[in-house]
């Protein structure tokens, strides 16, 4: 396949047919970030299993928390993605460069501040959620250490955006596949072999995060320019930086307030017990599964159309995102089916408890069975961002999966105290924030494609 230098691993979004390309972007994508869940996922799972209800809620209560604190710096990343795509569709190669070392340089920033961060924030934070005293120490306990690995993890994801700017997904796929293993085999070893708690599976993921940044540095050390990494250039250029902060901060602020809110949701979770929290973590990991292959197509729809819309073909920018809802309605669409149909089987990787177990079935069926409707408003939002239009879908967002939910669970959920019935706030907000985001696109595209 050529390419725009000529290298296998990079994609031409310029020319030619559009639906292999965005699969063979999106694809290797949808297994990396589902790789990367499995940090997490092995750590439910092997808490659960050999550390008790109390280690595993302990480690699922956190994600939420993790989310909220991450997710801004995350979204920077985006609009570092959508940058260098753009300046590569214009060839402005020298841009490209000074791009790349803005991005690296404020994955380093970003790392640190989250390290520090979360030493200070973990215990107000976790207590305001109304985490349960026979959890809350062993919840403290697994998010400070985690968070000493937020650099490794800020390099990890802001490498990545840099190769997928230029269609490269296949390359960080490669480094979660190595890092998963050392994070499942040291999970076993410090859980069973030393008889640790939460705390070694958080050092597991600490180091299996540090391997993973290493192997992205590697490769973009190796790289040829324009993306290529020179650490004797690394600066923060002040233009780049205010191109990536207004596309990466609506990103990152969309991203804190669905963890806001599903904050809120977790506290009202809380009030079940740690049976009811653990069995929800444990099927959050599905969640999480068929979120990750719906944001492979987000990212797709960002990159293509983002490097479309710097060589003014508008026409494919157009053709990008159809083809992305598509193939990710279609994607995402299997595999909510596949869990639902075999969620007796999928929850017992996480739990032997039937307790847990039972409340881990009841939000599969309630929440996964409708995952697929988050590809209409995700990956919409994503053309638009594509476009340079950020604030737009992040305000819609911010309203479908924040202040609608905050109504769910503060007005609607005190007269209704059921956990199957809390947990329709998904679907329902789903389905509205897609209805707006398509409005919005429409609206926007005649402005912007004239």
Same mark, same amino acid.
């Given at each position: +396949?050529?390419?725009?230098?000529?290298?296998?691993?990079?994609?031409?979004m310029?020319?030619?047919?559009?639906?292999?390309?965005?699969?063979?972007?999106?694809?290797?994508?949808?297994a990396?970030?589902?790789?990367?869940?499995? %940090?997490?996922?092995?750590?439910v799972a092997v808490?659960g299993?050999?550390?008790g209800?109390?280690?595993?809620?302990?480690?699922?209560?956190?994600?939420?928390?993790?989310?909220?604190? &991450?997710?801004? %710096?995350?979204?920077?990343?985006v609009?570092?993605?959508?940058v260098?795509?753009?300046?590569?569709?214009?060839?402005?190669?020298?841009?490209v460069?000074? @791009?790349?070392?803005? &991005?690296?340089?404020?994955?380093? #920033?970003?790392?640190?501040?989250?390290? /520090?961060?979360?030493?200070?924030?973990?215990?107000?934070?976790?207590?305001v959620?109304?985490?349960? =005293?026979?959890?809350?120490?062993?919840?403290?306990?697994?998010?400070?250490?985690?968070?000493?690995?937020?650099? *490794?993890?800020? #390099?990890?994801?802001?490498?990545?955006?840099?190769?997928?700017?230029?269609?490269?997904?296949?390359?960080?796929?490669?480094?979660?596949?190595?890092?998963?293993? $050392?994070?499942?085999?040291l999970?076993?070893? *410090?859980?069973?072999v030393?008889?640790?708690?939460?705390d070694?599976?958080?050092?597991?993921?600490?180091?299996?995060?540090?391997v993973?940044?290493?192997? &992205? $540095?590697?490769?973009?050390?190796? =790289?040829?320019?324009?993306?290529? %990494?020179?650490?004797?250039?690394?600066?923060?250029?002040?233009?780049?930086?205010?191109?990536?902060?207004?596309?990466?901060?609506?990103?990152?602020?969309?991203?804190?307030v669905?963890?806001?809110?599903n904050?809120?949701?977790?506290? /009202?979770?809380?009030?079940?017990?740690?049976a009811?929290?653990a069995?929800? @973590?444990?099927a959050?990991?599905? =969640?999480?599964?068929?979120?990750? #292959?719906?944001?492979? *197509?987000?990212?797709? @729809? #960002?990159t293509f159309?983002?490097?479309?819309?710097?060589?003014?073909?508008?026409?494919?920018?157009k053709?990008?995102?159809?083809?992305?809802?598509? @193939?990710?309605?279609?994607?995402?669409?299997?595999?909510?089916?596949?869990?639902?149909?075999?969620?007796?089987?999928?929850?017992?990787? *996480?739990?032997?408890?039937?307790?847990?177990a039972?409340?881990?079935?009841?939000?599969?069926?309630r929440?996964?069975?409708?995952?697929f409707?988050?590809?209409?408003? =995700?990956?919409?939002?994503?053309?638009?961002?594509?476009v340079?239009?950020?604030?737009?879908p992040?305000?819609?967002? &911010?309203?479908?999966?924040?202040?609608?939910?905050?109504?769910?669970?503060? $007005?609607?959920?005190?007269?209704?105290?059921?956990?199957?019935?809390l947990l329709?706030?998904?679907?329902?907000?789903?389905?509205?924030?897609?209805?707006? +985001?398509?409005?919005?696109y429409?609206?926007?595209?005649r402005?912007?494609?004239?």
């Open positions: +396949m050529k390419t725009l230098n000529g290298r296998s691993n990079q994609i031409d310029l020319h030619g047919p559009l639906l292999g390309k965005i699969l063979l972007f999106a694809l290797p994508l949808a990396s970030s589902i790789l990367q869940q499995l %940090f997490n996922s092995a750590d808490a299993r050999f550390a209800n109390q280690a595993q809620a302990a480690v699922g209560v956190n994600g939420p928390v993790v989310g909220l604190l &991450v997710n801004l %710096f995350v979204g920077l990343s609009g570092g993605n959508v260098i795509a753009n300046f590569v569709g214009q060839r402005k190669d020298h841009e460069q000074q @791009a790349v070392h803005t &991005v690296l340089a404020l994955a380093l #920033v970003s790392g640190f501040f989250l390290l /520090a961060l979360g030493q200070v924030v973990a215990r107000p934070l976790l207590s959620m109304g985490t349960p =005293e026979d959890t809350l120490d062993l919840a403290i306990v697994y998010l400070r250490i985690y968070f000493l690995g937020m650099p *490794f993890v800020m #390099v990890y994801n802001f490498g990545s955006a840099i190769l997928r700017s230029v269609g490269d997904t296949r390359r960080p796929l490669y480094c979660l596949m190595i890092s998963g293993v $050392i994070n499942v085999i999970n076993l070893v *410090f859980v069973i030393f008889h640790r708690s939460a070694g599976v958080a050092i597991a993921t600490v180091i299996s995060n540090a993973s940044s290493a192997l &992205v $540095i590697f490769f973009l050390l190796r =790289e040829d320019d324009p993306i290529r %990494f020179e650490p004797k250039k690394l600066h923060i250029y002040g233009g780049v930086l205010k191109r990536v902060v207004r596309i990466g901060v609506p990103a990152g602020l969309q991203g804190v669905f963890s806001v809110s904050i809120c949701i977790q506290s /009202a979770i809380n009030s079940f017990g740690s009811a929290m069995g929800s @973590a444990a959050q990991n599905f =969640e999480s599964f068929t979120f990750f #292959v719906t944001n492979s *197509f987000n990212q797709a @729809a #960002v159309v983002s490097q479309n819309y710097g060589a003014h073909q508008f026409d494919r920018c053709r990008a995102l159809v083809l992305s809802l598509l @193939a990710g309605f279609a994607a995402t669409g299997a595999m909510c089916a596949a869990f639902v149909l075999c969620r007796d089987k999928c929850i017992l990787l *996480f739990t032997k408890d039937p307790v847990v039972a409340y881990g079935c009841t939000r599969i069926l929440v996964e069975t409708f995952s409707l988050a590809v209409s408003y =995700e990956v919409t939002g994503a053309a638009l961002r594509g340079g239009y950020s604030l737009t992040t305000i819609i967002t &911010v309203f479908g999966s924040c202040v609608l939910r905050l109504v769910w669970v503060y $007005i609607l959920f005190p007269n209704v105290t059921d956990f199957a019935r329709t706030v998904y679907p329902v907000t789903w389905l509205l924030t897609g209805a707006m +985001m398509f409005c919005a429409f609206i926007i595209r402005k912007v494609f004239r």
